[in-house]
């Protein structure tokens, strides 16, 4: 559609892994570019870097709502405070995938189509289910049939049609590429290793990647009930088929590798950056006052109570140079040499946030020490901003964050996830491991859950073990914090062995748990959810935060028995369709109780999203 037609093709923002100038030159009059100039191997990189952009850039926001992040501002902290009426990512999350990559989709995949370029089809189709997937998981109901039309005014389907959608593009994904491709007319298709900076023209690992998307699509519909998923339905037998073509190992996954060379290639439709780095980095890692919770801290130190450490405690828990003083807290934990010091979790349980805490670090160069320029927050130094550091952009001698410069006694050590260079999983063995261990649970299976839970838990533990041995061949002086130290084999097994339980004492709430920590910034933890209704029973040391229950504004646009369930649309949906939103809301779970303006009403974040409802 009109609305959404725009596309600019000259600009190097598809290559996130190598300055490969053929993927620049896309367009045959560069004065006057056109859609068709673009041949379908260009397409595949620029569609590949907006579409894992799009989807962290979405999941920094969300994954507040969750309980195991804060941060001091109005979107990320309004966010792990419930507070319903702050901003969100919405925008980029509509116009990112609308302007970006959907509106390459029909492009690639018919030019592919007709040169006999069948896996660039089957990434048309990938594409196309996984960023309406995503939007229908944040709205509900977007313009989906008429989305790339001549209408300047575009329909919205409601949230099953997209969905269905999405699930029959994603079967025909998998169909093309099972398939090999062909020569057309004696011309042998560009092969996908040419535009393919995801999976290096793996068709194999792109069909195990369709497969573990189907399933946890699919996974989603546990409030239906049981049948065929083609009638929308909760289809047990077809998640655990789907489960047994995906990832099968480590080896399996589609995971993107970051570089951090402040490459003088930017991200001109987006925020100007270079696009060699991380999206998380961009969202978390370089910005401050952002702190890990209690319920996070407890989880890693203390799963279930067993008294045993994660052995990625360490990686996902933020550490700071320090200097032990008498008045430290006994309960922290310091390096075996003392000058690191590991971060605390802020509990969201007590009235930290309405008494202005966690309060921001400053560091004294004077006595080479860190201090909260706050009478009655000093103590809020045991909290370590997840904040990392980085030698491109940002500019820095290594990956340790400085808070000054000059002086190496102000590192922080960031996380895992959230630096320039780290990893983007795009789909994983340990999120197709914890799928299976819930169906399996589910069914009754409690032995065959736990074997796939525990597979689970290993692969997240080995993958990141590879990469923490990367950044330590790349400087061996990072082994000194403990960020970076591997992790011995004897810890990952008695953590496996001792701390996980049995397949007796299994429960949902254990394998949910083990997930999320697994996959910290993922829109799958507000999808499990809500799609478990925020249970305090199965979500381990998570509640709604004291700031929630005692600041009843909050309660305007989320009261006590509700929770976040969608977003607002997008303004640019709000300005210029109106007319067919509005239209939308007799099929909007709901809305009815809203009445008319159900769109602007305060409550429009508590209604359920489709797959979250009891509708049919």
């Given amino acids: 559609m009109k609305l959404y037609k725009k596309i600019i093709l000259g600009v190097a923002a598809c290559v996130a892994l190598s300055a490969c100038d053929d993927w620049l030159d896309v367009n045959t009059n560069p004065n006057t570019p056109i859609s068709t100039d673009a041949e379908f191997h260009q397409r ?15 999941a920094s926001n969300t994954s507040f709502y ?6 001091n501002n109005a979107r990320e902290g309004g966010a792990a405070k419930w507070q319903l009426d702050s901003s969100t990512r919405a925008a980029n999350a509509q116009q990112w995938f609308f302007t970006q990559v959907g509106v390459n989709c029909n492009d690639l995949y018919n030019q592919a189509m007709e040169a006999g370029a069948y896996h660039y089809a089957g990434a048309a189709k990938f594409f196309r289910a996984y960023g309406f997937m995503m939007l229908t998981d944040l709205f509900g109901e977007i313009p989906y049939n008429d989305a790339f039309g001549e209408n300047p005014s575009p329909v919205y389907d409601n949230g099953k049609t997209i969905f269905l959608g999405c699930i029959t593009d994603i079967d025909e994904a998998i169909e093309l590429f099972s398939k090999q491709q062909e020569a057309i007319n004696n011309v042998t298709p560009v092969d996908l290793v040419e535009g393919d900076s995801w999976n290096g023209g793996d068709a194999d690992k792109w069909l195990k990647m369709c497969y573990l998307l189907k399933a946890r699509w699919l996974n989603h519909l546990v409030k239906k009930e049981a049948g065929n998923y083609k009638d929308g339905k909760y289809d047990a037998p077809e998640i655990l088929n789907c489960l047994a073509k995906a990832q099968q190992s480590n080896a399996d996954n589609t995971v993107i590798k970051h570089t951090d060379t402040n490459t003088p290639s930017h991200d001109v439709l987006g925020w100007n950056e270079p696009i060699d780095y991380s999206a998380l980095y961009s969202c978390i890692g370089m910005n401050s006052n952002i702190y890990i919770t209690k319920c996070y801290y407890d989880n890693l130190t203390n ?34 040499d003392g000058l690191w010091r590991r971060s605390m979790g802020v509990d969201m349980q007590t009235d930290i946030l309405s008494q202005s ?19 009655t927050r000093k103590g809020d130094t045991i909290y370590v901003w997840t904040t990392c550091g980085g030698t491109g952009y940002a500019g820095g001698v290594d990956i340790l964050y400085r808070r000054n ?13 959230a630096r320039p260079t780290s990893p983007s999983l795009m789909a994983s063995y340990s999120e197709a491991c914890f799928i299976k261990a819930e169906t399996l649970f589910r069914q009754g299976d409690k032995s065959g859950a736990f074997i796939a839970y525990k597979e689970g838990v290993k692969a997240s533990i080995d993958f990141v073990n590879d990469q923490i041995g990367v950044w330590t061949s790349e400087d061996g002086k990072l082994e000194s914090c403990p960020s970076f130290t591997h992790i011995e084999q004897t810890d990952i097994d008695n953590f496996l062995n001792n701390a996980l339980g049995n397949s007796s004492d299994i429960t ?3 394998i949910l748990t083990q997930k999320m920590l697994a996959m910290p910034y993922s829109n799958e933890n507000w999808n499990d959810m809500r799609r478990c209704d925020y249970d305090t029973n199965i979500f381990m040391n998570w509640d709604k935060s004291y700031y929630y229950r005692n600041t009843p504004a909050g309660f305007t646009y989320c009261p006590e028995d509700k929770s976040p369930r969608r977003w607002k649309q997008a303004s640019y949906e709000l300005t210029y369709n109106t007319t067919n939103l509005a239209a939308i809301g007799a099929q909007v779970p709901g809305a009815a109780e809203l009445g008319e303006g159900w769109y602007n009403n305060n409550l429009i974040c508590t209604l359920p999203v489709w797959w979250d409802s009891n509708q049919e």
Avoid at 48 to 53: I, L, R, W
Avoid at 66 to 71: A, L, N, T, V, W
Avoid at 313 to 319: L, R
Avoid at 361 to 374: A, I
């Fill in 44 to 58: 595949l990189p620029w569609m590949q870097f907006y579409m894992e952009h799009i989807y962290h850039i979405v």
């Fill in 66 to 71: 969750c309980g195991h992040f804060y941060r």
């Fill in 303 to 336: 799963f279930d109570g067993k008294g045993i450490e994660d052995p990625r405690a360490d990686k996902f828990i933020p550490w700071t140079r320090s200097m032990k003083g008498p008045a430290t807290p006994i309960d922290i934990k310091w390096s075996e």
């Fill in 357 to 375: 805490g966690p309060y921001a670090l400053s560091f004294d160069v004077t006595t080479q020490s860190w201090y909260c320029d706050s009478p």
């Fill in 405 to 417: 410069k000059s002086y190496d006694t102000s590192a922080l050590s960031g996380v895992f996830y």
């Fill in 508 to 510: 949902l709430g254990k």
